[in-house]
């Protein structure tokens, strides 16, 4: 099927480049919805509960799953459903345990976590912690989304001249997306994150849906769609189709399932959506809507990945360029099975991939050097806090300022093994260690204020000698993980044998355990007006992806691919539709309890 690889067209430039316009479109209108700071990092509380659930699954997507993990399928078969669906189970511990606690917590940003439960001392220590990380991570995803963006549109080794310097293809798609990403993010906040979120997630639905039959019919033959199954039973490679690699490496899943707990349930932006939504039920349905489509979403791209197995078994010979060739399996299949205009929906979708981890993490990031660092500096210093407006305005010049270094990082950050494998030891280097108190912190509150500091730096510490001078490379990740996690654990209810003595420290941790112990569900009568237009620019927006796909029919294809993408144009119009009649229901419902008020 190699002959039957396209190259990018106008078409597919046109459709990408009106997703960014419409990306930077709507983050500039939901400007308008940030009147104060609230706004502007927790949607003012008043998210909608599926907005923000559907915002807090796909932020934990990037081009990694469809990159990264795509190559991982590839070479390791049905051991990818175990890895791929952990977030299903990190997800219910949020839905019995951290859903309701961060919502409780009754925070304005996510470290506020760290100053009620700890100390300010421990805020700024985990900023100091935090930023560098984070902004390395960013720069990852950012590399990791323009290799196969620059590659798929065939700009890789064109140069692009600037005026004041000139850059490869791949840099010039890093500054484009990157830009892309600090228009909407730092102009619409917290808002303009989940409803683009929103509509990103309904383009990876899209592309997926596509992908997945016609994969298998593309295997099938003349057989069709079943018999393309039938063959992927019958030709994979010996233990492809069984756990194999999962009883060869079961320490490995469980590391990887440890860290989706931590990383699904303590990670500041799992919990920025958490209390940013009206009560803790709301919460808690984020949590189980988070878990179902944890479960769901993975396969539909990890099946058609299984059958790029024996579609392309000499993937190298086709992107012999790239390390890891086989982190190409998806892209391949779009490439080769969809008609010009959805390839160009298909770059969309890694982008909006990948767009909706980096602008999260944007959010919070700004959140944390804003309210957590900014704020509390201003006050101690001149006695007070800074006006709402000023604070709105330090934030943008934050989340625009954070996203330019990410810019940065990911314009000269090297390499230096698969996607995937650096991935993973990028986190493990960082989250287990830096997380586990949270986790911890949420469940017991007897420690002192300076707890989570000592924890986190021994098991930072740790990971620093098994990485630099004990040699354990085979295990690396492994040790990573449970190296963390085991010394945080130890040091955090280690350090309950010290009494705290600060009579402020304990009034503190006292007050905040009882915000624990009161359940937030208080709901309010009338509807948010910025949550009701949230509905109705989803539903607009969403009726408007479902005619651009009607209009991609113009393009000659097979007769399979215009029948899929009919099918799924119309559902995705029914969708918007069914979206903008809920908002007028709810519209009418809040204009008569207003008018019954008066």
Known sequence: MIDQIKQVNILDFAVVAAYLLM?????????????????????????????????????????????????????????????????FWAYWLGYFVYAAKWRRSRLSSPMEFLTRRFSQGTTYYYTLLSIVPAIMG????????????????????????????????LEFSMIITGLVMLIYTSAGGLWAVVITDVLQFFIILIVSVLIFPLAFMAL??????????????????????????????????????????????????????????????????????????????????????????????????????????AEASFVTLALTLLPNGLIGLTISAILAATMTSVDTQLNYLASILVRDVYVKI???????????????????????????????????????????????????????????????????????????????????????????????????????VFGGVLICTLVFFGSAFYKEKSISTLSRIAAFKQDLADPATKESLRWDPNALQSYKIVGVLTIGIGVALLLLNLVPARSDVVLLNVATGFCTIGLGVLILWYFRKQLKRSLALEEKAE
């Open 378 to 480: 201003r006050n101690r210093n001149a006695g007070g806090d800074p006006s709402e407006q000023r604070q709105l305005l330090i934030s943008r010049i934050t989340a625009f300022a954070l996203g330019l270094l990410a810019i940065v990082t990911a314009i000269i950050v090297q390499r230096t093994k698969g996607v995937f494998d650096f991935a993973l030891m990028y986190y493990s280097w960082f989250a287990p260690s830096m997380f586990t108190p949270i986790m911890l912190g949420f469940l017991y509150t007897k420690t002192p204020s300076w707890s989570a500091n000592a924890s986190a730096t021994a098991g930072l510490v740790v990971v620093w000698l098994v990485n630099v001078v004990f040699d354990v490379t085979p295990y690396q990740y492994e040790f990573n």
């Open 220 to 325: 099938g033959g003349t057989g069709g769609f079943f018999h393309g199954i039938e063959r992927l039973i019958s030709e994979s490679p010996a233990g492809y189709l069984s756990l194999h690699d999962v009883a060869t490496r079961p320490v490995f899943y469980i590391a990887y399932l440890i860290s989706s707990l931590i990383g699904y349930n303590a990670a500041w932006h799992v919990g920025q959506r958490y209390y940013s939504v009206p009560t803790e039920r709301d919460a808690r349905k984020m949590a189980l809507l988070c878990a179902v489509l944890s479960f769901v979403l993975p396969l539909l791209w990890i099946a058609p990945t299984m059958a790029a197995r024996l579609l392309f078994p000499s993937i190298g010979t086709i992107w012999p360029q790239l390390t890891e060739p």
């Open 138 to 169: 960013l720069g990852l995803n950012i590399y990791i989304l323009c290799i196969f963006i620059s590659t798929s549109l065939g700009i890789t080794e064109l140069t692009f001249n600037l005026g004041f310097a000139s850059v490869s293809g």
């Open 23 to 87: 990306l930077s479109g709507v983050g500039i209108y939901l400007s308008r919805f940030n009147k104060t700071v609230d706004d502007f990092f927790k949607g003012g509380g008043k998210i909608p509960w599926w907005i923000s659930g559907i915002s807090t699954f796909v932020a934990g997507f990037s081009a990694f799953m469809f990159v990264a993990a795509a190559g991982y399928t590839y070479k390791n078969g049905m051991g990818a459903v175990v890895l791929f669906t952990s977030a």
